[in-house]
């Protein structure tokens, strides 16, 4: 893994981005006081790349990043790895604060800044430790409010305050804090990615023995087939099964822990199987947990290689090559060369297949509901309901057919603009005439 170090902003952006600022302030000497520009951390600067743990915490709660090896993770989700981007922007920023002006010591004034203590009730401020390998506290900090416009020499500017120290600053910068742990979260929290195009066939084994296949006969077929259809059944449309084979082109957590952590205990999984035409095989378990409210669905992903179901395409037959005796019994059609199999290498998968695993073994994902439900559908799922028999009473609700039928084909209504009402059955008797006699 390439080395991911935090001073790529150390020895430029730090000139640049405060050049027009600084350069008409002279330098603090060692016994000045602290004044504008001054580094709100003297050194750090310089230490950048020593951080290897972060500390972050609000009214709500905290959480904590370390870095092992190259790589940073969150330390509640078992290391699982977090956004590296995220990490840097946060270390280098509160390197990068200098002084712009004194702003109150008095605690009652904090308030109006967002700097009073996190343990504090409402209190709208973020907290957060540097530390290095070793444990040391390079630096702790309160971040507050950000300035509304920017200041001298077009500076962002915001509210700090050293944890422990009642003096508050405007200093230089600005940053928002994601205060929930899994959206630090590498990758977006992605699972796995496998396009449609790539898969061949996929089967899902339910716990009441039930099986739902879907495949393709060749990758240039249109939709996706459905296995063993029931005598006289019908897909609810062509490539109903699609979705099927594409639930894992964007597959997304919602938690994740490692696998060991997770209790599973007595839960019988819906397994489903995606195989591609190379040879891939990816086998998903969904776990359901609880009812309601509590409802929850745990998911694991293993990948692994199976050689024999790697496609070979047929030959295609091609018409005879040219001869001035066409009438040769030996001109016969010769078949035209294809590509022999579909997809990468069986090297290639297999080390796909390494890296899926090394991402993906450890952990238990937590999905929602409705990503859980693409893993778990069945053959009646891909059907039409079946029409009712002829002369079938009306179910609850559905209107009578003298009531609710549709006119026959070819019917139509005259309508001459003005509502006659219905018309009647018999025409109406002529009234008697009066003759003048009573």
């Given at each position: ?361 450890k952990w238990t994902y937590t999905v929602p509901g409705y990503t859980a439900a693409n893993f778990k559908k069945t053959v009646k799922d891909m059907l039409k309901e079946p029409a009712a028999p002829e002369g079938t009473p009306p179910s609850d609700g559905e209107l009578p057919t003298e009531f609710g039928a ?33």
């Amino acid at each position: 893994m390439k080395q991911q170090t935090l001073g790529i902003l150390v020895v430029v952006a730090v000139a640049a981005s405060t050049a027009a600022f600084f350069a008409t302030r002279s330098e603090p000497t060692a016994t000045a006081e602290v004044k504008s520009g001054d580094k709100l951390f003297p050194g750090l600067v310089d230490r950048v790349n020593d951080v290897a743990k972060v500390e972050i915490k609000n009214k709500d709660g905290g959480f904590v990043v370390v870095k092992e090896g190259d790589a940073w993770g969150l330390v509640d989700k078992g290391g699982y790895p977090v956004n590296f981007d995220k990490v840097k922007e946060l270390v280098v920023t509160i390197a990068q604060m200098a002084i712009v002006e004194k702003k109150s010591a008095k605690p009652e004034n904090h308030a109006a800044l967002d700097l009073t203590d996190v343990d504090v009730k409402d209190s709208a401020a973020t907290q957060v430790k540097l530390f290095d390998r070793a444990g040391t506290e390079l630096a702790a900090i309160l971040i507050g409010k950000a300035r509304v416009t920017k200041g001298f020499g077009g500076q962002y500017a915001m509210y700090a305050r050293k944890l422990g120290d009642p003096q508050a600053w405007e200093v230089t910068g600005r940053i928002w804090i994601d205060g929930t742990a899994t959206n630090w979260l590498a990758e977006n929290r992605q699972v796995a990615k496998l396009e449609k195009s790539r898969v061949h066939m996929v089967e899902t084994r339910h716990a009441d023995g039930t099986t739902l296949s879907v495949f393709k006969n060749v990758p240039e077929d249109q939709a996706f087939a459905v296995k063993d259809l029931p005598e006289g059944a019908e897909l609810k449309w062509t490539g109903v099964a699609d979705a099927t084979a594409a639930a894992l082109e964007y597959l997304s957590f919602e938690d994740v822990a490692p696998r060991a952590s997770v209790d599973l205990t007595g839960l019988t999984p819906t397994q489903t199987t995606f195989t591609t035409w190379d040879g891939l095989v990816l086998d998903v378990k969904v776990f359901e947990q609880g009812t309601g409210d509590d409802a929850k669905s745990y998911m694991t992903v293993e990948a692994s290689f199976d050689e024999s179901k790697r496609f070979k395409k047929p030959a295609a037959v091609g018409p005879p090559p040219p001869s001035e005796t066409p009438t040769d019994p030996a001109a016969a059609p010769t078949p035209t060369p294809a590509d022999e199999f579909v997809g990468q290498s069986p090297e290639d998968v297999k080390k796909e297949v390494d890296a899926l695993n090394a991402k993906l073994s450890k952990w238990t994902y937590t999905v929602p509901g409705y990503t859980a439900a693409n893993f778990k559908k069945t053959v009646k799922d891909m059907l039409k309901e079946p029409a009712a028999p002829e002369g079938t009473p009306p179910s609850d609700g559905e209107l009578p057919t003298e009531f609710g039928a549709p006119p026959a084909e070819g019917a139509h209504d005259e309508h001459d603009g003005h509502d006659h009402g219905a018309e009647p059955t018999t025409p109406p008797t002529e009234p008697e005439k009066d003759d003048g006699g009573n």
